[in-house]
């Protein structure tokens, strides 16, 4: 008999994530020599969800696993805000390194003893920058400009520091606000700005690399307790090949993605190091402030392993 493990995504055909997800379910069919399969839900918006459905869906049953932005468990996992440091990991290479680490055991556990979920890996979700319809240079070019970013109190609060005023909406509703103007700017990787047309309307993007988000990839922890021993290490292994994959096809879409923009006419602005650092001093005091919620533990855990990158 064979396990259906039913998987859900809310981004398009060309997503990064969906084409992890689509490793995932070759992995999974290789891993378990055909004893699972994984039914993947590529896009619950098409059917009228709001992404942070996958959520409440995968806690509840109606899906096995999911992959989601940490952001919007950090309130439930306050740990999982040690991510959203801006402009304190200067790159892919050493963000991987934290996830692999004792640091991304130690989430995992901290997931675990909050939630109904199982963190099984960590998907990148791509260096994030800001997409605006005017040019933003300096810090002084934020003011006053509405920006639609995240969910996350943290995320907010640093971008009022910057000088924008900050609004949290749903992916699923985020290419109607840019092109009707609801909002000014928005921060996201440049392979959501592309394949969401958001560069339709915002015709400038700075490359600020705030943060590099991560994708969890969940699954009910009812459901994989559930799972006969084989199949649980045959879904772990085949979310660890997923994961390398998913990594790769990251990075390999931001050069793909920046080249179509180009293309397209979209201004691209490169901040050197003395840029990037005048917006990342402005925003210095708010992310100390996020820095202080953590226990002292956590926070030596996170400068320790990052400089041994």
């Known amino acids: 008999m064979t396990i259906t493990v039913r998987f859900g995504g809310y981004q398009g055909d060309k997503s990064v994530h969906t084409r992890g997800g689509r490793a995932l379910a070759q992995a999974l069919a290789r891993a378990s020599n055909g004893a699972a399969s994984l039914e993947f839900d590529e896009n619950i918006v098409e059917r ?19 992959y989601f932005s940490s952001s919007y468990l950090a309130k ?3 740990e ?11 790159d892919r290479r050493r963000a991987y390194a934290l996830l692999d680490g004792e640091l991304g055991e130690r989430l995992k556990r901290e997931v675990s003893a909050a939630t109904g979920y199982t963190v099984l890996g960590y998907w990148d979700n791509g260096l994030r920058h800001i997409s605006s319809r005017s040019p933003i240079r300096a810090p002084d070019d934020c003011t006053g400009r509405r920006l639609r970013t995240l969910a996350n109190e943290d995320h907010q609060r640093v971008f009022r520091s910057l000088g924008f005023d900050p609004r949290a909406i749903d992916v699923r509703d985020l290419p109607a606000a840019v092109a009707d103007g609801r909002v000014d700017a928005q921060e996201n990787p440049l392979t959501n700005i ?9 015709r400038s993007i700075t490359l600020t690399r705030h943060l590099l988000g991560v994708a ?21 292994a085949a979310v660890a090949e997923a994961t390398f994959a998913q990594r790769g096809f990251a990075e390999e879409d931001d050069d793909i ?12 602005i490169d901040l050197n190091e003395t840029e990037r650092a005048r917006f990342a001093s402005r925003c210095r005091n708010e992310v100390e402030l996020t820095r202080k919620a953590f226990d002292e533990e956590l926070i ?4 320790r392993e ?3 990158v």
Not at 224 to 233: A, D, G, K, L, M
């Open 216 to 236: 969890l990839v969940l699954f009910r922890t009812k459901t994989v307790e559930s799972w006969p021993v084989e199949i649980r290490e045959s879904v772990k």
């Open 48 to 66: 009228g969800h709001k992404a942070a459905d996958l959520l409440s869906m995968t806690e509840n049953g109606d899906l096995d696993g999911c």
């Open 257 to 268: 993605c920046r080249r179509a923009l180009e293309e397209d006419g979209v201004e691209i």
């Open 194 to 202: 592309y394949n969401f047309d958001l560069h339709k309307t915002h």
């Open 76 to 78: 439930r996992v306050p």
């Open 306 to 308: 990052l400089e041994a």
């Open 300 to 303: 030596s855990l996170f400068d």
């Open 80 to 90: 999982l805000g040690v991510f959203d440091q801006h402009f304190v990991v200067p």
